[in-house]
Nanobody, 124 residues
Framework: QVQLVESGGGLVQAGGSLRLSCAAS????????MGWFRQAPGKERTFVAR????????RYGDSVKGRFTISRDNAKNTVYLQMNSLKPEDTAVYYC?????????????????WGQGTQVTVSS
């Protein structure tokens, strides 16, 4: 049984930082590209970042470029999202996801497994 468990969310002031973690189990972690998505109330789930399984290359959504960093530790079966310079518009539930595609990018249908999400709230 595949499980993706996010942690690290919380309440932070604008300009602050948070580091999200996603621990994976039940799959061969190194065989999957990993992604982060977010969903604000009343809005669609949108792409935040992804990291490939092969060379660890990364890609980001336009709204988070230069502020967020995705990384992975295959020895710990964990993917991270370092979020700096947070803004109120970053408030959302953040989900990690696993894809057997190497470059799934923002295609939600390319991600097979999803976590339950962690809430991030940025106050102004």
């Amino acid at each position: 049984q595949v499980q993706l468990v996010e942690s690290g969310g919380g309440l932070v002031q604008a300009g602050g930082s948070l580091r999200l973690s996603c621990a994976a189990s039940g799959l061969t972690f190194g065989d999957y590209a990993m992604g982060w998505f977010r969903q604000a109330p009343g809005k669609e789930r949108t792409f935040v970042a992804r990291i490939t399984r092969s060379d660890g290359s990364t890609r980001y959504g336009d709204s988070v470029k230069g502020r967020f960093t995705i990384s992975r530790d295959n020895a710990k079966n964990t993917v991270y999202l370092q979020m700096n310079s947070l803004k109120p518009e970053d408030t959302a539930v953040y989900y990690c996801a696993a894809s057997s595609w190497d470059y799934p990018d923002d295609g939600r249908h390319k991600y097979k497994y999803w976590g339950q999400g962690t809430q991030v709230t940025v106050s102004s």
